[in-house]
């Protein structure tokens, strides 16, 4: 048994939700926040079989594609950069961070 822990962005989080229910695929969903972006992202934890790990794998890669995104650099309060104004900088965003760690022992009650 494997813990698969997959951190996506919250516009893939109810597509992925759905393909896992789909997939008879057990997952809980947690909200979390980016540390980067400072955006809403879920965290999955998915105790899955070993024969069923290449399965759920390849899942959340077809539905967590990373995709460009702009996004407004923040204004800086020092007053000696006159005129200094934000700017839409261009990032990657969306995909998966995926985890797999392994399980001494499972317990459902």
């Known amino acids: 048994m ?15 939700a759905n393909e896992l229910i789909n997939a008879n695929i057990r997952a ?4 979390t926040t980016g540390g ?3 955006s809403g992202n879920s965290t ?5 079989e070993e024969e ?6 390849e899942l959340i890669k077809e539905t967590c594609q990373s995709r460009k995104q702009y996004i407004s650099t923040p ?10 104004v ?3 900088v261009e990032v990657e965003v969306g995909g998966a961070t995926v985890f797999v760690l392994p399980i001494d022992s499972f317990h459902q009650y």
Do not use: C, W
């Open 52 to 57: 069923r790990i290449h399965e759920t794998l």
């Open 75 to 84: 204004v800086t309060l020092d007053i000696s950069l006159d005129g200094q």
């Open 2 to 16: 494997k813990l698969i822990i997959a951190v996506v962005q919250d516009k893939d989080s109810n597509r992925l």
């Open 28 to 31: 809980t969903k947690l909200s």
């Open 86 to 88: 934000p700017y839409p």
């Open 44 to 48: 999955f934890m998915i105790g899955i």
């Open 36 to 38: 980067f972006l400072k």
